[in-house]
């Protein structure tokens, strides 16, 4: 039996895939390319030196998806593919709305018919909006901020209704906090288009020359430098989650919500000294105006990911701002050759 891995050209879904091959899982890929390259499936490829069948197929097209099922024996799915700009969602809502929405609709749909009642779901801490204390436990009041956010949450609450009208269903929801690094490798990575919007990126393309000077937003924060404080945590360490997720979905039915983060909340400033410490580049900055919807303070509680799921963060601050450096001199200009 095959797991379904939607958006696995993405950054979360290519590192992820790289581990379930090399746990031995047989997968089965979808993806739209509308933010990611064929390539990165090639790297992943590459890596592991492992294969697995491949669909360039939009979850909106309800026929070519079922297709896919047709076609294979899946039993399972692993659910990324999603637009996920925060600010282009308050300026394009409709096209979140139906991409995210309207894609896990169909997605669930499909799984339903074909039997398939097994998914493990990409959500944000951004469904903690901004949370009255941190650090954050799964049963925190729930709002957001944007419709990027709201997508997530309504997703959240869809997959719950779905697993009250049917309890065959195994739903399991991992809130990633900032995923940031990339593999060891350096042969896949994150690959922004055009500016990017999120500070690892950013000042990765600093260190390498590209841009000149990261804008460090706001430094009067309620923080203990002022700047905005978030959990980051390594993308391989967060791709391990998803196949501690998908053995545990495999062994309970249910709807389980899980923190995956470190634990640990790191400053823009603490970020800017690791990364100089990591790489021995000095990062240029100067210090900006907030940016509108910037929360102070952002870090998970992850004990439950660790009692239930056997799982913990095992990189620090310093591999991730190393491995991500790594990717970026390596594949200066992302996937593109
Ligand atoms: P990404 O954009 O790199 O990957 C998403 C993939 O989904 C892309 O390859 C894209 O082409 C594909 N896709 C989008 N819409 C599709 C559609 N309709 N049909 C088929 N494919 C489609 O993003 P990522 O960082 O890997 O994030 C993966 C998931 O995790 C997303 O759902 C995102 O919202 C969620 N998430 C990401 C972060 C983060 O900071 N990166 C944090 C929390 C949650
Ligand atoms: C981190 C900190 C900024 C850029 C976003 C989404 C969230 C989730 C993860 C998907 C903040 C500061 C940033 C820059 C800066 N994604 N910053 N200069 O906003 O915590 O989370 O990505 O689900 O939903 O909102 O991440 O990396 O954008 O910002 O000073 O150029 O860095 O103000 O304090 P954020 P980020």
Redesign the pocket.
Known sequence: MAILI?????????HTMVELLEAGRELVV???????KAE?LKRVKQITGKDFKFYE?????YDALNKVFEENDIDSCI??????AVGESCSKPLLYYH??IT?TLNLCDIMQKHGAKRIV??????VYGNPASVPITEDFPLSTTNP?GE??LTIERILKDLHAADNEWSVSIL?????IGAHKSGLIG??PQGIPN?LLPYITQVASGRRECLSVFGNDYKTHDGTGVRDYIHVVDLAKAHLKAIERAETVTGVEHFNIGTGVGYSVLDIVKAYEKATGITINYKITARRPGDIDECYANPTKALNVLSWKAENNIEDMCRDSYNWQIKNPNGYEA
């Open positions: 939607t958006g696995g050209a993405g950054y979360i879904g290519s979808v993806d739209n390319f509308v933010n990611s990165s197929v939009d979850l909106l097209d659910h990324f593919a999603g637009l996920k991409n995210n894609g779901f990409s959500s944000s801490a951004t990027y997508t997530k809130r990633y906090f900032n995923p994150e690959d999120n």
